[in-house]
């Protein structure tokens, strides 16, 4: 499983999807053993609640959840999977210009996986968490 | 209630958030009896899956089912809440170019509001749905 | 898919299940054109939150919410399915001696099923809404 | 705020309630520092999924997931809060005698706090986890 996947085959991944690459997002690192992936997103004004206020506003955040968590799973399958549903809770205003998502699946069965996300401001405050399910059956 | 909210002032409080004017959130109707609101998302090449396709990616649907949620509960408030949580349920791939939003308000208690947020494409196929939490104390 | 399963069908499947006899779960109506079910169940002391006071504890409207949606998919495929997961929002105290769960499926794809589950008291006021995926495969 | 509860006092507060005492609810060990309590429950037969099958319904894992998360907001607030709502998602048949819930609040805030619930078979096998939101103010 872990010769799968590699940072750079995970951000060539990413690349392809236009939404990804507006909003930026990059692989900090993976732990194809842990099933493990960091993702980083940097603040532009148009991922901002208001103008010049430097708060995200909480949809870019609920992608970035839902991204970090297929990416997860694509860590150990090869490929993105279609996400089933998933469940995202604010915790704190996001303030800082960088947001770390952590995601690691929580048990990867033959017809879904499940999939935790963290993700942490700059100063490492946990600014929200998800919860995601994916589809796992090859196409 | 009903004096609260038009649909231009709804709009003008959309458009003072820099996320939501870029994926160009526009509100088609309200109906403060029934604590209800329809919103309308058009496709931009930022907001594909991937190059081209048509197809939405799946975190603009989160963030337009959220932002639908909370502007159900401005009807009856008068001002944008917190969210607290929320689920998102992908039903179908999204391909049309318009998709449409309706919120409806199940519940607005003293301290938080229910809502849920059917999302459909231009053919008023359901292509997503969402059950949404939001903080609605006064300040 | 009409003739998959009758009133007395499916009580005969819900009372195979040990838990859902001993909570009294019992089948109102079925409606299977619109995916629809419509359960019943009647306060007994083991149920309640505390001693004497007659509110229903959440644990057993969370049983009916996931029961409920899994007898509504029952009805299209003829036999219960697993539940992958669910989400519950509790809206109001229960205080009637009986709660009734109104189950309709949102989408019944290839490979799950998405349900709505709202529960009501005896006034037919909402006391808690639930949403539910299973899984719709053949075993 | 480690004064607030103790293993004998939350185990009274459970006994207190009809139907955690039903379902024979035990406090293993608290961790107040943490935000932590482990929580166990024993099968019988009111509770299996099926007559002899020794498989637990869902609906109990999901009561102790719910009751779980909120004994670990109790042990800070010293008294029990209602549940908002909360998420299930189930990874595995439940077959051992006893499972173990372990929760953890993740965020206590002002007006709600968030807590994650591990539930894990006598064989430390994960068979559910929980995501739950309670309200956590002052009465």
């Not at 430097?54 to 150990?76: C, F, K, N």
């Not at 770390?100 to 033959?110: L, N, Q, S, W």
């Not at 017809?111 to 946990?126: C, P």
């Amino acid at each position: 499983m872990s010769d799968k996947m590699s940072v750079e085959s995970l951000q060539a991944l990413i690349d392809g999807s236009s939404f990804l690459r507006f909003i930026g997002l990059k692989v900090v690192s993976i732990d194809p053993a842990a099933a493990m992936v960091v993702l980083r997103v940097g603040l532009r004004p148009e991922l901002e609640r208001r103008d010049g206020t430097g708060q995200w506003h909480g949809g870019p955040i609920a992608a970035l959840i839902d991204s970090a968590g297929d990416y997860a799973v694509a860590l150990g399958l090869g490929n993105v999977v279609p996400t089933i549903n998933f469940r995202v809770d604010y915790l704190r205003p996001a303030m800082t210009a960088e947001l770390t998502a952590t995601a690691r699946v929580r048990r990867a069965g033959r017809t879904v996986a499940i999939v935790d996300i963290d993700v942490s401001d700059a100063e490492d405050r946990l600014v929200a968490i998800g919860r995601a399910c994916y589809s796992s059956q090859p196409g």
